[in-house]
């Protein structure tokens, strides 16, 4: 069994879908289905049962999986390790981090960085999901929380600052009421964010209007007079149409981290892109 057929086995098999898989491997919807067919006949084994909600593993699929997974680990430590060993400064660098980060903090290092090293090409992936490093789905990761996992290599940045933001036009809310306010804040289904938490207890008697899980939604919703928003400072101080409030107290900082797979901390352009943020975020 070859590995660019084990790879369709696994992607099947977590998606659910051909569509989701092809997606998810960049191939054709009919590639995949061929392949998956291809590979049952070699076998000579039903992998998969289709059903109305998609495929589902059969108990002879159950039975190789872990040994689908395994290929699969030493196949990507494979990758990692001579992708690591790799010295000049070229090819593809794949960064992960929050919406916010990638599009007010990273483009000043972006800029710098491309300027020094035109033959590295830089995916940004930003969002809420929490990139795999060790599937090499990102090689460097940004967050507000520490990395798990012993083959990270992984160091805390900076405290970054959060400010409470109004438009110019707005009146300063009175703190400890907020009465007549409205407030705009994080989704929180996926946990609590201590910020919010903050803003809600400052300003006790006023309603959040829009919750949502992107601070540059927020930004721009406070731009447009709708609330009261906390944002990293990086955020809110470069957006003209809104001002930072001057209270008595700041709302608590988060912590921001760098990690990376230690496979591939030889990796020149990863390197060089983790220092410049390091020398962007000091100064």
């Known amino acids: 069994m070859e590995w660019s057929d084990v790879r369709i086995f696994l992607a099947i098999a977590r998606t659910g879908t051909l569509g989701a898989a092809a997606r998810l491997l960049n191939l054709s919807h009919p590639t995949i289905g061929r392949r998956l067919r291809a590979l049952e006949d070699a076998t000579g084994q039903v992998l998969f049962q289709r059903t109305a909600e998609g495929f589902v593993l059969t ?106 933001y109004v438009t110019h036009a707005s009146a300063d809310p009175i703190e400890g009421d907020g009465t007549g306010n409205r407030l705009i804040a994080m989704d929180t289904s996926t946990g609590s964010f201590p910020d919010i938490d903050w803003l809600q207890n400052r300003f006790p008697n006023a309603d959040v209007v829009l919750r949502s899980n992107n601070r540059n939604v927020h930004a721009q919703m406070c731009g447009k007079g709708l609330g009261i928003a906390v944002l990293p400072r990086p955020v809110g101080d470069q957006i ?44």
């Open 240 to 283: 003209d149409s809104i001002r930072r409030l001057d209270l008595s107290e700041d709302p608590p900082p988060r912590e921001i981290w760098v990690g990376y797979h230690r496979d591939l901390r030889r990796l020149n352009r990863l390197r060089a892109f983790v220092d410049l943020v390091i020398k962007h975020l000091a100064s």
């Open 59 to 164: 108990e002879e699929g159950t039975g190789i999986l872990p040994l689908a997974e395994q290929m699969e680990d030493s196949a990507l430590t494979m990758e990692r390790r001579l992708a690591g060993e790799q010295q000049k400064l070229e090819g593809t660098l794949r960064v992960s981090s929050a919406d916010w980060f990638g599009a007010y903090v990273l483009p000043a290092v972006i800029t710098e960085y491309s300027r020094e090293y035109p033959h590295v090409e830089i995916e940004i992936l930003t969002g809420t999901r929490l990139f795999n490093l060790a599937q090499r789905e990102a090689d460097v990761a940004f967050r507000i929380v520490p990395f798990e996992g012993p083959d990270i290599v992984q160091r805390r940045l900076t405290q970054m600052q959060y400010g409470a």
